[in-house]
């Protein structure tokens, strides 16, 4: 099929059709049908090896041009100024919120947010659709959290069909995935391991049925070669079905284990997530106290001794005390998650620019201060 060819059928696709496609077969209704890039960002499995590369690529030129606080910002806010971006949050986001919010304005998009379901018109009985199809005309881009993680698509689904058929990234909607976080944690290995990622050992622990970050990430390591992943987590909360299917098939070894202890001396790097307990049935009273966590699947301060010296320690955030409070205040190079959300606000800068096709502009950038060029 052609790109024209492709467009049509989207322009037509009934929404219970797009809905009933697997993951891989509604790809190429969200990729830019040029470039093979992500243009509507939905789930983890439509980047590939030379667009996480790229990625990681264009958000390390990026930072450093930013570094130039004359010309280096100033070109960077000219890359997308007189666009606008919407951010749609209707389910708690501070950190994801604000990331985006940043790196928007990094590139000189003016902002708009929706985060009060009570203000929107579907508190008047419209549709999501018809809310998405009428925000479409204010903005050029738009990032979405939701509660159902098929609201995203939906968005997708509608402005495939529309004459103004605009981006939208999926900002973390319903337990199943978050894949710009994931991208964050990519470039967070990238940085880390110096761009070498394959061949590493990974382990996650928590909730991982329920954690859209590790769903993400898992998905994200068939790009990699010779990974090893190493679940830990109590029975009832352990990596679904549907992502172990998707590992084995890609070939990729992963293990479930119980004692997080005993795996840390193997990690390359330590993956944390917090029990993610709003999901807990409704009715339930005690979700509003957070249970202390089961010490069996908690990153003591000790563990720091048993982790190898090149690994890194890592947690999407928010954490409760499933990391010990002190290891957050050791300066201890080998703990990144405070590193984390600058790296998530610099991959998002460029995975915009990757939407937008400013890569190149980016890439090629000369203005760089007298002293740089030097080798100052
Ligand atoms: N911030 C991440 C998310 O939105 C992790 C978490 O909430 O635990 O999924």
């Known amino acids: 099929m052609n790109s024209q060819e492709i467009e049509k059928m989207a322009h037509k696709m009934s929404w219970q059709k797009?809905?009933?496609?697997?993951?891989?077969?509604?790809?190429?209704?969200?990729?830019n049908l040029h470039t093979g890039n992500p243009f509507h960002v939905l789930f983890a499995q439509q980047f590939n090896r030379e667009n996480l590369d790229?990625?990681?690529?264009?958000?390390?030129?990026?930072?450093?041009?930013?570094?130039?606080?004359q010309e280096g910002v100033k070109f960077l806010r000219k890359?997308?100024?007189g666009t606008h971006a919407l951010n749609f949050f209707y389910q708690p986001s501070s950190r994801t919120f604000l990331s985006f919010e940043t790196a928007q304005e990094t590139l000189g998009m003016s902002i708009r947010d929706i985060r009060d379901p009570s203000v929107s018109s579907e508190a008047k009985g419209e549709t999501l659709e018809d809310s998405i199809r009428t925000f479409s005309s204010y903005v050029d881009l738009i990032i979405m959290r939701y509660p159902e993680k098929q609201a995203v698509e939906k968005g997708a689904w509608v402005l495939n069909k529309s004459d103004r058929r605009i981006p939208i990234i999926n900002a973390g909607s319903g337990k199943d995935q978050h894949p710009?976080?994931?991208?964050?944690?990519?470039?967070?290995l990238h940085k880390s391991f110096n761009g070498e990622i394959d061949g590493r050992t990974i382990v996650m622990c928590g909730d991982l049925k329920r954690g859209r970050t590790v769903r993400s990430l898992s998905y994200l390591m068939k790009n990699y070669h010779d990974m090893k992943l190493i679940f830990v987590s109590p029975s009832h909360l352990r990596m679904k079905k549907d992502i172990k299917d998707f590992l084995t098939s890609h070939n990729i070894t992963y293990l479930e284990e119980d004692n997080l202890e005993e795996i840390i001396p193997l990690a390359d790097a330590i993956y944390m997530?917090?029990?993610?307990?709003?999901?807990?049935?409704k009715n339930d009273q005690t979700k509003k106290i957070p249970k202390p966590v089961d010490p069996k699947y908690k990153f003591k301060k000790e563990y720091l001794e048993l982790m190898k010296k090149d690994a890194v320690l890592m947690h999407?955030?928010?954490?409760r005390d499933e990391i010990d409070e002190e290891v957050g205040y050791f300066r201890d190079k080998r703990v990144v998650f405070w590193r984390q959300p600058r790296n998530g606000v610099w991959i998002r800068v460029a995975?915009?620019?990757l939407i937008f096709q400013k890569q190149q502009t980016i890439l090629d950038y000369t203005h760089w201060p007298k002293k740089w060029r030097e080798g100052g």
Do not use: G, H
């Not at 710009?180 to 967070?188: F, H, K, M, R």
């Not at 997530?273 to 049935?281: L, M």
């Open 316 to 319: 999407p955030l928010p954490k």
């Open 18 to 31: 797009f809905v009933a496609m697997e993951e891989k077969e509604k790809i190429i209704f969200l990729n």
């Open 180 to 188: 710009t976080q994931a991208l964050t944690d990519i470039y967070t």
């Open 79 to 81: 890359l997308l100024s």
């Open 54 to 69: 790229l990625l990681c690529q264009i958000a390390e030129i990026a930072r450093a041009i930013n570094k130039n606080k």
């Open 351 to 353: 995975l915009i620019a």
């Open 273 to 281: 997530t917090r029990i993610q307990d709003e999901w807990d049935e």
